[in-house]
């Protein structure tokens, strides 16, 4: 058993689903499941869907929800023959679903309606993929996975019910394949108990292999990209990047953890638990290595380089000048967690704190008028954090020429500074 996913941007034409088609039809005779996520920027649609809605603009979520509708619909109408009538109907059956709620007021949290609105990215895009494999005699069945997936309702960031959702697998899943070699299903979403839906945060359909490769003990599982695989840097920043074709569980969850955008390190824990390698392989020519994730520590790797722009530095001072001790520092994460934030580097002084974050919304200054309440705070805005692992003294110079350093931070292995333009 295989599992292979394809996102989004592996989806998001008429060619593209034919190349999904082209990839799978190599791997005839072997058992597959196939996870795939929305088609292109329906999840973003989607999600302006869920926002009108919920600010009581029923109207216009009617109308984004038809563009929707309609986009689906038309590749259906060019992409199938045979198959488009059942597709279809199937397709009808999904639209209302997300139809009733709309027509409905909100009554609950935002967070459960988005995920009632946004799960349907995947249902869309996996039937109409689902149908149009068959029509190229390609065999498989179509499993909706909140069947499957058991989830707690901790709506947009859902977590899994392990032992019912192992128990779905064996007595909903594995009985499709008595009648087709591959099982297409989404990526993403989930249901309670109550069969409301629900979804899995970020990366949520990579996660979704991950799990179906844990319980179904899988041989691998690949991921299909736009790209060679996984590079030492951002091939749109850096020309010289580079794939490289082996890491090590433990690497990948490090590059990911400073940013790179790479595979969550949630996706890897299950993994890397049942000793399943990762593939990530170019989805445009299938015979390239790609990069392979597996348990092997891996030597001489390059330097990873990661750029994280749009950075603000919330600098700290204790009031009344006595030492940043454990009250003080228990005192900043809980505001971070209150105001959703994430610390993307922290340093810590006698008397002061500097916490570097991603300077989203008006999160920032939320955060620094509470914690206004313990320290005296200051912002400094506009600042890039650049993180080089297994740097060189070459690498390092090259990357912060001309550049002014505001913090810097380094181990033997990492080194990141946060700098600004010089000047």
């Not at 594995?174 to 990526?187: D, M, R």
Request: hydrophobic share 40%; proline share 3%.
């Amino acid at each position: 058993m295989k599992v292979f996913k394809f996102g989004g941007a592996s989806v998001n034409s008429i060619e593209r689903i034919k190349q999904v088609a082209s990839i799978l039809t190599s791997y005839t005779g072997e058992p597959l499941l196939v996870v795939i996520s929305a088609m292109g920027k329906t999840t973003n649609a989607l999600e302006k869907v869920a926002e009108a809605f919920y600010q009581n603009r029923k109207e216009e979520a009617l109308q984004l929800f038809e563009q929707v509708k309609q986009y689906h619909l038309t590749t259906a109408k060019y992409l199938l023959i045979t198959h488009y009538n059942q597709a279809f109907e199937q397709l009808t059956q999904l639209f209302t679903e997300v139809e009733w709620a709309l027509h409905d007021k909100p009554v609950r949290d935002f967070d459960y309606y988005y995920d009632q609105v946004v799960c349907l990215g995947e249902l869309l895009s996996t039937t109409i993929i689902s149908a149009y494999l068959n029509e190229q005699h390609i065999l498989n069945s179509w499993i909706d996975i909140r069947d499957v997936f058991r989830t707690d309702n901790n709506f947009r960031e859902a977590g899994i019910d392990w032992s019912v959702t192992g128990r779905h697998v064996k007595e909903k899943l594995l009985p499709a394949y008595t009648s087709a070699g591959i099982v297409v299903t989404q990526g993403f979403i989930g249901a309670t108990d109550e069969n409301e839906s629900t979804t899995l945060g970020r990366e949520g359909s990579d996660y979704t292999a991950a799990i179906f490769a844990a319980l179904l003990q899988a041989e691998s599982v690949t991921i299909w990209k736009d790209v060679e695989g996984v590079m030492n840097a951002d091939p749109k920043l850096f020309e010289s990047a580079r794939v490289i074709n082996e890491l090590s569980y433990d690497e990948i969850i490090e590059m990911a953890y400073y940013g790179a955008q790479v595979i969550h390190p949630k996706t890897i824990k299950p993994l890397q638990n049942n000793h399943i390698p990762l593939y990530v392989k170019c989805f445009f020519d299938p015979s390239l290595p790609g990069t392979v994730i597996h348990n092997k520590s891996v030597r001489n790797l390059p330097p990873v380089i990661v750029v994280k722009s749009n950075q603000a530095l919330v600098h700290l001072h204790s009031k009344d000048f006595s030492f940043m001790g454990e009250r003080e520092m228990s005192g900043l994460y809980h505001l971070l967690k209150e105001h959703k934030t994430v610390a993307n580097l922290v340093q810590t002084g006698a008397v002061r704190l500097m916490v570097c974050t991603d300077d989203r919304e008006d999160r920032v200054d939320h955060l620094a008028a509470s914690a206004s309440e313990l320290f005296d705070v200051q912002i400094e805005r506009g600042l890039t954090l650049l993180t080089i692992r297994h740097y060189t003294t070459e690498a390092f110079t090259q990357l912060t020429a001309d550049k002014a350093i505001i913090l810097k931070q380094q181990s033997p292995e990492t080194i990141q500074v946060l700098i600004k333009q010089a000047g």
